[in-house]
């Protein structure tokens, strides 16, 4: 009896995420990432605000009791010193969610395929912002934005200016939009996304910056030994 070996590259999403379109290249090795579907946010922290969704960035700090995330109003960048703390383990740990690195942005933003095509300015409802389009979409921009919940539905992603905090202060709301990356540069300054220009920046750690997470897209080859007894038969094989 013949036996064949069939290697089969199974691309799917390490958790249960439902949109398979929205699909990013992140480097040049092929990782591939999905974008959450909206801005990370937490519970408000003062009386009559809005959740909170602009964080300093996120480290394990020797000066505070416990970790925060980014959510406070200090403006000191020694209250932000210490390593990353990711966002992303706030969320269930099988999710896997977690914060692109400065270089896995900037290859989204410049660097994969058809990348200056794939993301442009656009106003969605009255909000100003940046439209991401998966790798393979065939979307132009202008009708992505025409047809949002058509273009949603493909993978588009949109990440609204929401401006920066300067302490208690909203600056540049609707204007701007800064994204914190995974990135040092030093214990005072960490590397945020200016989505506007499309480039990378060191800021002060203290700065209140958007916060987008991904989830990892897996990709695994299976090793089938097939017979001549099983050839002609649909085999269905889920990922565990």
């Not at 995330?69 to 706030?90: H, K």
């Not at 480039?199 to 080859?221: A, E, I, M, N, W």
């Amino acid at each position: 009896m013949k036996r064949w070996v069939l290697n089969i590259l199974c691309l799917f999403v390490c958790m249960s995420v439902h949109a398979a379109a929205n699909v990013f290249t992140v480097n040049s090795d092929g990782a591939q990432v999905t974008f959450a579907p909206d801005n990370f946010t937490r519970p408000a922290v003062l009386p009559n605000t809005d959740d909170f969704h602009l964080f300093g960035w996120s480290s394990k700090s020797k000066y505070r009791v416990t970790d925060f995330y980014g959510v406070a109003f200090v403006r000191a960048n020694g209250a932000y010193a210490g390593d990353f703390l990711d966002w992303g383990t706030l969320l269930p740990e099988e999710q896997q969610w977690r914060t692109l690195t400065a270089q896995e942005w900037m290859y989204i933003l410049q660097t994969r395929p058809n990348a200056a095509s794939l993301s442009g300015e656009a106003t969605i409802g009255e909000q100003k912002g940046l439209v991401l389009l998966p790798d393979t979409s065939t979307l132009t921009i202008s009708q992505a934005a025409a047809q949002w919940q058509v273009a949603q539905s493909r993978g588009a992603v949109f990440l609204p200016y929401q401006g920066y905090r300067d302490g208690v202060e909203i600056v540049q709301e609707g204007e701007v939009g800064y994204y914190w990356t995974a990135s040092a540069k030093d214990s005072k300054q960490s590397i945020y996304i200016n989505i506007n220009q499309k480039t990378q920046v060191t800021g002060d750690r203290f700065l209140g910056c958007s916060v987008r997470l991904v989830q990892p897209v897996c990709q695994h080859t299976i090793h089938l030994h097939v017979d001549d007894a099983s050839m002609g038969k649909v085999i269905i094989f889920k990922p565990q």
